[in-house]
C-alpha cells in the first residue's frame, strides 16, 4: 500500500512539473497534497495529515486558483444581435459585411498575446445578454454592420490599456470602412 | 525497494528540477512547495517502522516519533505563508511588468522596470 | 506567408527549449543517483535518545495525551511562538502589497450567486463549525490542535465567499482580534518558558493555548484569503 | 537576567505598537531600543565576568526544549545589533514614511536577528530566517517603486529556495543524530569517523548559509536587495551592516558543528578570495551609489571569509573585528547615501558633484567612513583587514586581499569625487545643522575612529585577544597606504573616470532558474570538495 503511494506521490509530482498549463499544475498539486495527506496517515501521523489535508490542499490550491483566475484570463463577449434587429436599422442591409468580424477580434486577440494574457472569447447573438452577463467580462463588442461599440469598465486597467492599443492600430481597420467606438462605463 | 527517504529526495529533487527548467513564476512557487512537501515525507519517515502507532490518546509504547510531526506543522504554516506572499509579489510584478517569465522580467527590469 | 514564418520560429524555440529540459534534466538525475548513493552510507550515533525521552515522558511532564500537542505547545512553544508571528507578519505583508479597499460591497460580484449550493452550505455550516472548535478543544486528547481547528474554521469564510462573493465582509475587526490574540499568545507562551515548573493547572493551560492559536489561525487565514479575493486592481496600478 | 527578554520585549513592543497611533509608537520604540542597548550592554559585562550563559527555555535540558546561549561572539553581535538599531530608529524617528506597520516590521527584525545569534536549536534557527526573509522583503519595497518588486521576488525567493536546503539539512541531522541543539551535535560529531557519514548534512547546510553570506555563485540577490531603489536607508543600512552578519554567523557555528569531520577551510578560503575580487571589480564599474555600496558588502564579507577560514587565531579575530567594524561603516555610508540622494534626487554618482560645500558636516563624517572601509591608518578597517592579513599563510593569497584593498581605495575615489567639484544643480544653500538628526551619524563617524585608535585595548576585552602590533611595520604599512591612495587617485582621474562615462553600468545578474542552478552547483561542488 505504502509503497504504491509513494510511486503515486513521484508520478503526481513529474506530471505538475511539466504540465504546460498552469491551472491543471495547480490541480494536481493539490492532488499531490492529498496523496501526501493520506501518506502520513500511514506513517502514523494524523495531526500532520490533517494540517497537510486542510492548509496545503485545501487553502494553498484555492489561493493559487483565486490568482490564476484573476490574472490569466481575458473575457471577451462579442455580440452580434439578430438579423431582424438589425434590418430595423435600415443602414446596413446592403451587404452581409456585418458578420465579417475577424479584424477586431484579431486585434484584441493580438493585444492578449502581447500581454501574456488567455484570451477567452465568447459569442452571442441575444441582445439582452448585454446587461445580464457584463459583470462578468471584461470587454463586450458589440457590432453593428460595421460600426463596432467596445463596453469594458473604467476600474479595469487591461481595458485602458486596450483602448489605447485599438487607438494605435485602427488604421487597418479604418481601411474596410469599420467605425469603432469605445465607452468606458 | 521504494521507502518514504527515498521517495522524498526524488521528490525532491523533481523539484529542482522544476525550479531551473520551468521559467514561469508560478511554476517555481509550485516547486517549491514540492520540495517543501518532499522534506515533510523525509522527515516523518526518519523513525517510522512498519506496525506503529500514532502518538495519540496517551500510548507511549511502540509509537511514531513525535517530535518531526510537530516541526512539521510549522513547516506547513511555513509552506502557505510563503505561498501566499510570493502569490502576492507574483501578482504584483505581473501587473507592473505584463509577463510571468523570468526572462523577459528580468530583462525588463534592466530596462526600469516598465510594461 | 507570414504565418508561416511565425509558425517555423515558434517550433525552433520550442525545440531549443526541449533541448535544455533534457540537459537539466539529465543533470538533476545525475545529482539524484550521486545523493541516493550518499544517502546509503548515512551515519546514525545512538539517534533515539530525543525520541525515546518523549515516548517516556510527555504525559508526565505535559498532562497531555497527544505527544505533538505537548511538543509543540510545551517543550518547544518557542517555536510556536514564532509561528504566530509568521502568520502574522505575512498578513501584515499581503496587506501592503495589495493596498487596502475602501469599500469591500461590489455591486459586479451581487449577481453571482448559487442557491443551490448555498442551501446545501447552509446545512453544512454547523457541522464544518462544531468539527473546526472540536479539533481545538480537544487538541490535547485526540489529533488535531490549534492550527489544524483554525483552518477548518477558515474554510467556512472561504465557502461564505464561493456561494455569495457580493457579500460584506468586516475584515478591519479580524485584524484588530489577531494582534489582540497574539499578544496574549505571547504572554501565556512566556509565562509556560520562564516559570514552566510552578505552573499547576497545565492541562488548562494546553487548552487556552490552543484556543488562542486556534483563532489567531483562523484570523489570519482568514485575512490572507479575503485579500487574495478581492485584489483591489487600482491600488496595483498606483505605484 | 534571562536571555528571552532580549527576544520577548522586542516582539511585545512591536505588537503594541501596531495598535498605537502613529507619532507615540516612534518615541515607544526609541525608549524601548535605549532600554535593549542598556540591557544587552549589561549583558555582555555578565557574559565577560562570569563565562557563557545559558537559558533551557522552560525548564527542558539536554536538547529536549530550546535552549538560549550567550558566548563572549554572541553578547558582541547582540549590542551590535541593539547599537545599530538604536541609531537607525533615532534617525528614522524624522522620516514621513515611518508608520507603525515599519516599526513593527523593523523591531520584529530586530527580535529575530537577536534570537539567530542566540538560538542553538537548528529547527529555531530555520523559522527565525524565514520569518526575518518575509519581513525583509516587505521592507525592502517599502517605498513602492516598480523595478523593486522583481528585487524582492528574487530576494524572496532565492532565500527560501536556500532555507529549503537548509531544512532538508535538519532533516539529515536528525536522522543521523537523534537531535537539533548544535552543541550538542558537536559533541556527537566527534563519534563520526568517515566524512561520507554527515557529508549531505554538511553540503546542505552549508549551501544555505553561504547564501546568506553571499559568496561566490550566489550572491546575485544581494545587489538587488541591499541596493533597490525603493527600500529606505536605514532598511539598506541594517540589511548591508547587520543583517548579513547573521549568515556570517550562521556559518560560523555550521563550521565549527562539523569541524571534527569535515574541515576544507582551504575551499571556503579559495571561494572568499574570489568573491571578494570579483566584488571589488563589480563594484568599481557601478555608477549608482547604492549599488557601489551594495558591491562593496560583497567584497567585504569575501574578506571576512577568509579571515575566518584562514587557520590562525589571529585573522580568525581580525574576521570578528572587521564584522564589528564593516557593520559600522558600511551602515553609515548607506545612511549617508541616504541623505545625499534625497538631497539631489539622482542616484548616479558622475553626476553629483559638490556635495562638501552643501554639507560640510555629513561630508566629514563620509569622509570618516570612507577612511574606515578602506584601511586608512588610525581608522577601524586597518586593524581588522592588518589583522587578517597578517594571519594569513600562502603569497598568493596575500596578495589577492592587496589587490582587493586597492580595488576598495580605487572605487572609493569614486565616491570621494562626489564630494568635491562644483554643484550643477540649482539648488545652492548651505543646509542647516540639526542636532538631533546630525548627532547619530556623528556618533557613528567618531566611532570609525575610536575603533581605530583603541583597537587594541578593545580587542583585549571583547574577545581576550592581546594583538602585537609592531609600531615599525606599522609605520611601513602607513607609507604603503599612501603610496597606495596616491596611486588610486592619479588612476582614477586619468582612467577610470574616463572610462566610466562611457561605460553601461554592468551587473552581475541571474534570472531566477541561473540563480537555482548555482545552488545545486555550489552544492555539487560542495559536497565533492567535502569528500576528498
Keep these: 500500500m505504502l509503497e504504491f503511494l509513494f510511486l503515486s506521490l513521484i508520478i503526481f509530482a513529474i506530471v505538475t512539473v511539466q504540465t504546460k498549463n498552469l491551472i491543471r499544475a495547480v490541480i494536481y498539486l493539490g492532488g499531490l497534497s492529498l496523496i501526501c495527506s493520506v501518506t502520513y496517515i500511514m506513517l502514523a501521523a494524523p495531526d500532520v495529515a490533517l494540517a497537510e489535508a486542510v492548509i496545503g490542499c485545501t487553502l494553498s490550491t484555492i489561493l493559487f486558483l483565486v490568482v490564476l483566475r484573476k490574472y490569466r484570463v481575458f473575457n471577451v463577449c462579442f455580440v452580434y444581435p439578430q438579423i431582424n434587429i438589425i434590418q430595423e436599422n435600415t443602414n446596413v442591409q446592403d451587404d452581409m459585411s456585418y458578420m465579417d468580424n475577424a479584424n477586431i477580434i484579431k486585434l484584441v486577440e493580438n493585444y492578449c498575446y502581447s500581454k501574456e494574457l488567455e484570451p477567452h472569447i465568447i459569442y452571442s447573438n441575444r441582445y439582452e445578454d448585454l446587461i445580464t452577463i457584463s459583470y462578468q467580462y471584461d470587454i463586450i463588442v458589440h457590432q453593428l454592420g460595421k460600426q463596432f461599440w467596445l463596453y469594458g469598465r473604467k476600474r479595469n486597467y487591461q481595458v485602458i490599456n486596450l483602448k489605447a492599443y485599438i487607438k494605435k492600430n485602427i488604421s487597418d481597420l479604418e481601411k474596410d470602412g469599420a467605425s469603432i467606438e469605445f465607452e468606458l462605463l | 525497494m521504494l521507502n518514504g527517504e527515498i521517495t522524498s529526495i526524488i521528490l525532491f529533487f523533481i523539484g529542482v528540477y522544476g525550479i531551473i527548467a520551468r521559467r514561469n513564476m508560478v511554476k517555481s512557487i509550485i516547486s517549491i512547495g514540492i520540495m517543501e512537501m518532499a522534506i515533510i515525507l523525509f522527515l516523518l519517515s526518519v523513525n517510522f517502522e512498519k506496525g506503529m502507532r500514532a502518538p495519540v490518546s496517551g500510548l507511549t509504547s511502540n509509537i511514531s516519533d513525535p517530535l518531526p510531526q510537530a516541526l512539521m506543522i510549522t513547516a506547513i504554516i511555513i509552506g502557505v505563508a510563503v505561498n501566499a506572499i510570493g502569490l502576492s509579489l507574483f501578482i504584483n510584478i505581473y501587473h507592473k511588468y505584463g509577463t510571468t517569465n523570468w526572462t523577459k522580467a528580468a530583462y525588463k527590469r534592466r530596462q526600469g522596470g516598465r510594461k | 506567408m507570414k504565418i508561416s514564418k511565425i509558425s517555423k520560429a515558434i517550433k525552433a524555440n520550442d525545440a531549443k527549449n526541449g533541448l535544455r529540459r533534457i540537459l537539466v534534466a539529465s543533470f538533476i538525475l545525475g545529482i539524484t543517483i550521486i545523493f541516493l548513493f550518499l544517502y546509503k552510507h548515512i551515519g546514525s550515533v545512538d539517534s533515539v535518545e ?51 479597499k475602501s469599500t469591500y460591497n461590489n455591486s459586479e460580484y451581487k449577481e453571482k450567486k448559487h442557491e443551490l449550493l448555498e442551501a446545501a452550505l447552509n446545512f453544512l455550516y454547523p457541522i464544518i463549525i462544531v468539527f473546526g472548535i472540536y479539533l481545538i478543544l480537544y487538541g490535547s486528547k485526540s489529533p488535531g490542535g490549534g492550527f489544524q481547528g483554525g483552518a477548518v474554521l477558515a474554510a467556512v469564510f472561504m465557502s461564505r465567499y464561493l456561494v455569495n462573493p457580493g457579500a460584506i465582509w468586516h475584515v478591519d475587526s479580524l485584524k484588530n482580534v489577531e494582534k489582540m490574540l497574539y499578544l496574549l499568545i505571547v504572554s501565556f507562551s512566556s509565562l509556560l518558558i520562564l516559570a514552566n515548573s510552578y505552573i499547576e493547572f497545565k492541562s488548562l493551560y494546553l487548552i487556552i493555548m490552543n484556543f488562542l492559536i486556534g483563532f489567531k489561525v483562523f484570523c489570519g487565514l482568514s485575512i490572507i484569503f479575503f485579500y487574495f479575493a478581492y485584489i483591489d486592481t487600482d491600488s496595483l496600478e498606483s505605484w | 537576567m ?255 558543528m562539523f569541524q571534527p569531520v569535515i574541515d576544507i577551510d582551504h575551499y571556503f578560503l579559495l571561494i572568499g578570495v574570489i568573491t571578494a575580487i570579483v566584488g571589488v571589480i563589480l563594484a568599481i564599474l557601478q555608477k549608482d551609489i547604492k549599488l557601489i555600496l551594495a558591491y562593496h558588502t560583497v567584497s567585504q564579507l569575501g574578506i571576512i571569509l577568509v579571515g575566518i577560514c584562514a587557520g590562525s587565531i589571529e585573522s580568525y579575530y581580525g574576521a570578528l573585528y572587521h564584522c564589528i567594524n564593516h557593520s559600522i561603516f558600511k551602515a553609515l555610508l548607506f545612511i549617508i547615501a541616504g541623505i545625499i540622494i534625497e538631497r539631489y534626487k539622482i542616484r548616479n554618482v558622475t553626476e553629483i558633484r559638490g556635495v562638501f560645500r552643501r554639507m560640510p558636516v555629513v561630508s566629514i563624517v563620509a569622509i570618516m567612513a570612507i577612511a574606515g572601509i578602506t584601511g586608512t591608518p588610525f581608522f577601524n578597517g586597518s586593524i581588522s583587514k592588518y589583522m587578517i592579513q597578517a594571519g594569513l599563510e600562502g603569497n598568493l593569497i596575500k596578495y589577492s586581499i592587496v589587490l582587493v584593498n586597492f580595488g576598495t581605495i580605487l572605487s572609493f575615489c569614486k565616491f570621494l569625487s562626489m564630494f568635491f567639484g562644483k554643484d550643477f544643480h540649482r539648488d545652492k544653500g548651505v543646509t542647516l545643522i540639526n542636532l538631533i538628526k546630525t548627532l547619530p551619524i556623528f556618533i557613528m563617524g567618531l566611532l570609525c575612529f575610536l575603533l581605530g585608535i583603541m583597537g587594541d585595548a578593545l580587542l583585549e576585552v571583547v574577545f581576550n585577544y592581546r594583538i602585537s602590533i609592531i609600531s615599525y611595520s606599522y609605520l611601513l604599512k602607513s607609507i604603503y597606504f599612501i603610496f597606495t591612495l596616491l596611486l588610486a587617485i592619479a588612476l582614477y582621474k586619468y582612467f577610470l573616470s574616463r572610462i566610466l562615462k562611457r561605460l553601461k553600468p554592468i551587473e552581475f545578474e541571474l534570472t531566477f532558474n541561473h540563480i537555482a542552478l548555482s545552488i545545486v552547483v555550489f552544492f555539487v561542488i560542495t559536497v565533492i570538495f567535502g569528500l576528498i
Excluded at chain 3, 530525543?50 to 517555536?79: C, E, G, P, W
Excluded at chain 4, 551590535?80 to 522620516?95: A, C, E, H, N, R
Excluded at chain 4, 549551501?207 to 538587488?224: G, Y
Aim: glycine share 6%.
Design chain 3, 50 to 100: 530525543l525520541y525515546s525521552y518523549y515516548k517516556k515522558m510527555y504525559i508526565h511532564d505535559t498532562y497531555s495525551q497527544n505527544a505533538v500537542t505537548a511538543i509543540y505547545l510545551n517543550y518547544r512553544v518557542f517555536d510556536t511562538f514564532f509561528e504566530a508571528l509568521l502568520l502574522m507578519i505575512c498578513v501584515t505583508g499581503i496587506m501592503y502589497f495589495f493596498k487596502e
Design chain 4, 2 to 256: 534571562e536571555l528571552y527578554y532580549y527576544i520577548i520585549i522586542p516582539v511585545f513592543i512591536a505588537t503594541l505598537v501596531y495598535f498605537l497611533p502613529n507619532r507615540g509608537s516612534r518615541i515607544i520604540a526609541f525608549i524601548m531600543q535605549l532600554a535593549l542597548f542598556g540591557m544587552s550592554v549589561y549583558n555582555f559585562v555578565q557574559v565577560k565576568d562570569n563565562g557563557v550563559v545559558t537559558n533551557y527555555l522552560g525548564g527542558w535540558s539536554n536538547g529536549v526544549g530550546i535552549a538560549l546561549r550567550a558566548d563572549s561572539e554572541a553578547s558582541i553581535f547582540i549590542v551590535m545589533t541593539t547599537f545599530l538599531f538604536l541609531i537607525t530608529i533615532s534617525l528614522g524617528m524624522f522620516k514621513e514614511y515611518i508608520d507603525n506597520t515599519f516599526i513593527f516590521l523593523f523591531v520584529i527584525l530586530e527580535a529575530l536577528l537577536i534570537t539567530t545569534f542566540l538560538s542553538t536549536d537548528l529547527f529555531n534557527i530555520y523559522i527565525v530566517i524565514e520569518i526575518s526573509t518575509i519581513a525583509v522583503s516587505i521592507l525592502i519595497m517599502y517605498k513602492r517603486d516598480s523595478r523593486s518588486v522583481y528585487d524582492a521576488l528574487i530576494y524572496f525567493l532565492s532565500n527560501i529556495l536556500g532555507m529549503t536546503f537548509f531544512l532538508f539539512g535538519i532533516a539529515f541531522i536528525y536522522k543521523i543524530f537523534g537531535v537539533l541543539d548544535i552543541y550538542i551535535i558537536a559533541e556527537k560529531m566527534k563519534n563520526i569517523n568517515d566524512p561520507l557519514e554527515v557529508i549531505l548534512p554538511f553540503g546542505l547546510l552549508m549551501t544555505a548559509a553561504c547564501l546568506k553570506c553571499a559568496v561566490l555563485p550566489l550572491f546575485s540577490w544581494l545587489p538587488k536587495a541591499h541596493g533597490t531603489p525603493s527600500a529606505p536607508s536605514i532598511v539598506s543600512a541594517i540589511l548591508s551592516g547587520l543583517y548579513v552578519k547573521g549568515g556570517i554567523y550562521l556559518f560560523i557555528r555550521l563550521r565549527s
